[in-house]
Each structure stands twice: as structure tokens, then as C-alpha cells.
């Protein structure tokens, strides 16, 4: 068995990663409240170790691309969450639900895995529904589709795809 010294580089770095994105994660689900990092830990571990073991060996993320989807999705998640209060507490009620069609530029796999379920955590959006390479996405406003352009370039970049 290899100590973390013998470990290649890039299974270090991968593991890293996963426990970052993982934490991100779990914070964005307890809307960062600090009560919840002690069942948090546990299962932030857990989940990295269940994705070493049964993820797919090749996948790499690129660091610059992992900063850059953790800052975008910080700034989303906060930003998204004014937006939807203000939409909310408008008097006109500027809200307009609506299911969307969005077709999906990421290959099938885990950077598609991520831009779905990233996408249902950020605020006004729910992935509803996958169909071949679209995804029906429940907004509460149609311009709201537009963020998922920019959301699908930072998975792209998380794992060094090039997008059409």
C-alpha cells in the first residue's frame, strides 16, 4: 500500500481537489452555517474516498480551472440569492417560471454529472429533466438560462475540455 509520499502527483492532487470541490459543496447545502461541518468532515471524506474508488481513474481537473469554478460558483451562489429575493419581494413579481431546453456541449461523463447537478444548486435554476445532449432546466426567469452558458464554460475549464 503507497503512503501519501509514494502517491503520484497527480492522484495527490486529485484528492485535494475532490476534498475542495466536495466542501464547496457541502457549504453551498448548509447555506454555510458552521453547525453543519461537524457531520460535514465525515462526509466530505467520505464522498472524496467514494469518488477515488469508483470514479473513473482518467479523469483529471485542471487547478487554474478548479479556482476558477469554486470563485464563479461562490459569486453565483450569493449573487443568485440577492437576485431571487429581489425578484420575490418586487411588487410587480418580475418572475416567470418557465421549462427551458439547454443543449448540453459538455460530453457524457462526470464534467456533465457536475454541470447538472451545479446547476440545480444555484439559485433560480433546476435541472428537470435530461434528454439525449439536452437538459430541461425549470427557471424562474428565462434570462436566468443565459448564467448556465458561463456555468458550462467553468466546468469546461475544471476539466480542461474545449467547448464548440
Known amino acids: 500500500m503507497q503512503t501519501a509520499m509514494q ?4 492522484q495527490l492532487t486529485r484528492t485535494l481537489l475532490l476534498l475542495v470541490i466536495f466542501a464547496v459543496l457541502w457549504w ?11 457531520m460535514g ?3 466530505i471524506i467520505a ?10 481513474p482518467s479523469v483529471r481537473l485542471h487547478p487554474l480551472g478548479l479556482l476558477r469554478f469554486v470563485l464563479y460558483f461562490l459569486k453565483e451562489s450569493c449573487w443568485g440569492g440577492v437576485d431571487i429575493a429581489r425578484r420575490a419581494f418586487h411588487l410587480d413579481l418580475p418572475m416567470q417560471p418557465v421549462l427551458l431546453p439547454y443543449p448540453l456541449r459538455l460530453p457524457q461523463g462526470p464534467s456533465r454529472t457536475l454541470f447538472v447537478t451545479t446547476m440545480t444548486l444555484l439559485p433560480g435554476t433546476l435541472g428537470a429533466e435530461l434528454r439525449g445532449d439536452d437538459v430541461i432546466v425549470h427557471v424562474l426567469a428565462p434570462d436566468m438560462l443565459n448564467e448556465l ?11 480542461a475540455i474545449k467547448l464548440s
Not at 447545502?29 to 453547525?35: C, I
Request: net charge negative; with cysteine; charged share 10%.
Open 41 to 43: 468532515i465525515p462526509a
Open 47 to 56: 464522498a472524496c474516498a467514494t469518488s477515488l474508488l469508483l470514479g473513473p
Open 28 to 38: 453551498a447545502l448548509t447555506d454555510g452555517d458552521s453547525s453543519g461541518w461537524t
Open 7 to 10: 502517491l503520484p502527483w497527480h
Open 149 to 159: 452558458t458561463v456555468l458550462e464554460q467553468r466546468v469546461a475549464g475544471l476539466f
